[in-house]
């Protein structure tokens, strides 16, 4: 009998988040005390306290994060700001594995920063228990900047490379890292002299442009050398033949390619980035790390890779961490450096029992451009719905100016200075799209437009992901392959290594407009021409056009 007490008793002098793993291990140290069908009849009460457990967890887990919503006045100032309710849950819930869904503008690193105030202050988690992980070394500098500069916390943030270097120059001294050109100059080397006598520049370009792609491609997603002949046994089952025979060439190209590259790297006792994950991965699976991380928090999860996932996958099983991933599906532009947005979308097929919490405010965009945009990104279905909202409200937010001439784009600038103040960033598709914008009211100089003694932030829209302004122009919305949406497709070779995506047209392109269309705190300007209008901006006008205010007759 008092066993049974015991048991009630653990159950109900529970006062802290209990995670997954910790109810199985609860569930399992009762299990044989409930096995005998007697001591059911004999003590029914237990047996149905027992029976129901994962729901009383599930409930006093519930109430606990409500109680510390209420109580914790540390989420009530993270850099000057007090969290919102979902922010909050994101904060104080302790599950073993975490994925907070944080749509654009709706403060994510401040939900990071306060989720490292939380750990040290309220849970006691020390400083050198914590990594963070960011994609960029700028965001990586800036996150840690920051909780230095404000709360002097001293904790590990690194991009993915700087990890995996930390982990092998911890097991190896002598380690070189090749530079991150050398697999193009091997490429051109063995294109002008070795292989092939490639004398038409586009051949060449073509060749040069699907050898490099593919490799990076297929060391991202971690093959090794014998997956090729993976790729000639489904190159087999294409029906075409005239499709499976130019495949063959390529891929038997590739291959050599990729032989002589790995040689290369072999014979110079050099790793390059991809093999700085992948090396670091296994040496953390064979020896361990010199770490113990309690937990890992990482952040733009939707641009991971795979070999990136099994690095992360590694590193908590050998440190037994809790992850707290932090994301948005909407933003995922990155397929073709080797991003496989399924890890995100199926997070708890890769790491196992997860709580997902969506973040629903946004604090950039209005309600109207949310509804646009949302609209907008869900013509991909695989993409996860949210309901974001916002206390922001801008009737018509979607500003089209129609154009007869490209140079006519200072006017724009001029206008949107004139009414709305000079913050403005100018976002295209492509890097060199601003040449035919250019005049001689309106310069080119450093990443900037300088017009009128003005300096203009120009961005390509996947270089502009993570900033915004209070208001943006886009251009080169035109129905051209190197338009917005950029019809070039990519060479059929790549879909061997490539991951899936949504088969919805554009997809990809539609997640990056989706990005370019929420880098605005009030308007954003479609600049575009007459009659030439690219897919997006028609489907727009289609599907949105009472939030659509057209101002061509003001130029």
């Not at 066993?3 to 002098?13: L, S, T």
């Not at 251009?475 to 949504?502: A, E, R, Y």
Request: glycine share 2%; proline share 1%.
């Amino acid at each position: 009998m008092n066993n049974y007490k015991m048991f009630e008793r653990d159950i109900y002098n529970i006062n802290y988040y209990i995670s997954n793993s910790e109810y199985l291990l609860l569930k399992e140290k009762y299990m044989n005390l409930f096995n005998t069908l007697f001591l059911k009849l004999l003590y029914y009460r237990y047996y149905k306290l027992y029976k129901n457990l994962y729901n009383i967890i599930k409930k006093k887990n519930n109430d606990f994060i409500n109680h510390r919503i209420k109580t914790c006045e540390l989420l009530n100032n993270i850099n000057g700001y007090a969290l919102d309710k979902e922010q909050k849950t994101s904060v104080i819930n302790d599950e073993d594995n975490i994925l907070i869904l944080a749509g654009a503008g709706s403060g994510k690193s401040l939900t990071l920063i306060g989720k490292i105030r939380y750990l040290i202050e309220e849970k006691n988690i020390n400083e050198n228990e914590i990594l963070c992980i960011s994609f960029t070394n700028e965001s990586a500098v800036s996150l840690k900047n920051n909780i230095m500069k404000n709360y002097n916390y001293d904790i590990d943030v690194f991009t993915f490379h700087k990890l995996s270097l930390e982990i092998i120059k911890y097991f190896e001294n002598d380690i070189n890292i090749a530079p991150s050109n050398y697999l193009e100059y091997i490429v051109d080397e063995i294109l002008s002299n070795d292989y092939i006598n490639c004398s038409d520049f586009y051949i060449k370009n073509y060749l040069k442009n699907n050898i490099i792609t593919f490799i990076n491609l297929f060391k991202s997603s971690g093959y090794k050398y014998e997956y090729f002949n993976e790729i000639i046994l489904k190159n087999n089952k294409i029906k075409n033949k005239v499709i499976r025979k130019k495949n063959l060439i390529l891929i038997n190209i590739i291959k050599y390619f990729y032989l002589i590259y790995e040689n290369e790297l072999h014979s110079q006792k050099m790793i390059d980035f991809n093999d700085m994950i992948t090396y670091s991965e296994y040496l953390v699976r064979k020896n361990g790390i010199n770490k113990e991380y309690k937990y890992i928090l990482i952040d733009e999860f939707q641009d991971t890779s795979f070999i990136r996932f099994k690095l992360i996958d590694s590193v908590r099983k050998c440190c037994d961490s809790k992850v707290v991933a932090v994301g948005d599906d909407f933003q995922s532009i990155y397929r073709f450096t080797g991003c496989n947005l399924d890890i995100f979308l199926n997070f708890e097929k890769y790491f196992g029992y997860t709580s997902i919490i969506s973040i629903k405010n946004t604090y950039r965009n209005s309600n109207e451009l949310i509804k646009v945009a949302g609209d907008f990104i869900m013509k991909n279905n695989s993409q996860i719905k949210k309901d974001l909202s916002s206390n922001k409200s801008n009737k018509k937010p979607i500003k089209i100016f129609y154009y007869n001439e490209e140079k006519e784009l200072y006017k724009l600038i001029n206008y949107i200075v004139k009414k709305y103040g000079e913050n403005i960033l100018v976002i295209s598709r492509n890097n060199n799209d601003i040449i035919p914008y250019l005049s001689d009211k309106l310069k080119y100089e450093d990443n900037y437009l300088i017009t009128s003694n003005l300096k203009i932030k120009y961005l390509t829209a996947h270089k502009s992901k993570g900033l915004e302004e209070e208001n943006t122009i886009l251009i080169n919305l035109t129905n051209k392959s190197l338009g917005f949406p950029s019809k070039i497709t990519n060479n059929k070779i790549l879909d061997f290594v490539l991951s899936k995506d949504d088969n919805y047209p554009y997809s990809e392109e539609r997640r990056l407009f989706y990005v370019a269309l929420t880098r605005t705190k009030n308007n954003v300007f479609l600049f575009v021409k007459k009659n030439e209008e690219s897919i997006f901006v028609k489907e727009l006008i289609s599907n949105s056009s009472r939030y659509i205010e057209f101002l061509d007759k003001l130029l």
